[in-house]
T-cell receptor
Framework: DSGVTQTPKHLITATGQRVTLRCSPRSGDLSVYWYQQSLDQGLQFLIQYYNGEERAKGNILERFSAQQFPDLHSELNLSSLELGDSALYFC????????????FGPGTRLTVL | GENVEQHPSTLSVQEGDSAVIKCTYSDSASNYFPWYKQELGKRPQLIIDIRSNVGEKKDQRIAVTLNKTAKHFSLHITETQPEDSAVYFCAATHQGGKLIFGQGTELSVKP
């Protein structure tokens, strides 16, 4: 167990819908990262927050957004869902930013029908 | 742009043999290189990492080497066991910590 928690574990929804994925980092970690893992794209960085502020952005779609709250938990919002958004979404956390170990949560498996 | 190439994509070895996975990164400013092991449907787990001021690091049967000049880094697993079977990902990080992952290597250790 990495100490990073994610909910829900599984999510099944329809195209066009909106979902929210939640992540709680390890105690003491200030950075939260979101990654998407699909069969054809591998592990792709989406976005990073550090102590409540956006730090870095990857190839995140405009339909996706995220935030980190004062208690440091983070939410990833996915809207206008498409079939191709079906993937495993991982959250990771680290103490700081560059050069520190990232520990991954168990992931949320999103299926869009 | 930032890119990490990983080879091979699949690797099959006999139990007890060594396994080597190689990665090349493009961003010369990358300074931290972790390796993750991922079992099917599970989270990636950090198994070893190396920073740019170190050339080699070892932890029991696992070792990682880094050649900054060539922008190469490699994972070496000795005395492989069936429980080493998994997908292994290399990554490079820069700019606040985002990880750029390689494509993954599916390692199969046959008893």
């Amino acid at each position: 167990d990495s100490g990073v928690t994610q909910t829900p574990k599984h999510l099944i929804t329809a195209t066009g819908q909106r979902v929210t994925l939640r992540c709680s980092p390890r105690s003491g970690d200030l950075s939260v990262y979101w990654y998407q893992q699909s069969l054809d794209q591998g592990l792709q960085f989406l976005i990073q927050y550090y102590n409540g502020e956006e730090r870095a952005k990857g190839n995140i779609l405009e339909r996706f957004s995220a935030q980190q709250f004062p208690d440091l938990h983070s939410e990833l919002n996915l809207s206008s869902l498409e079939l191709g958004d079906s993937a495993l979404y991982f959250c990771a956390s680290s103490v700081a930013g560059a050069g520190t170990e990232q520990f991954f949560g168990p992931g949320t498996r999103l299926t869009v029908l | 742009g930032e890119n990490v190439e990983q080879h091979p994509s699949t690797l099959s070895v006999q139990e007890g043999d060594s396994a080597v996975i190689k990665c090349t990164y493009s961003d010369s400013a990358s300074n931290y290189f972790p390796w993750y092991k991922q079992e099917l449907g599970k989270r990636p787990q950090l198994i070893i990492d190396i920073r740019s001021n170190v050339g080699e690091k070892k932890d029991q049967r696992i070792a990682v080497t880094l050649n900054k000049t060539a922008k190469h880094f490699s994972l070496h697993i000795t005395e492989t066991q069936p429980e080493d079977s998994a997908v292994y990902f290399c990554a490079a990080t820069h700019q606040g910590g985002k990880l750029i992952f390689g494509q993954g290597t599916e390692l199969s250790v046959k008893p």
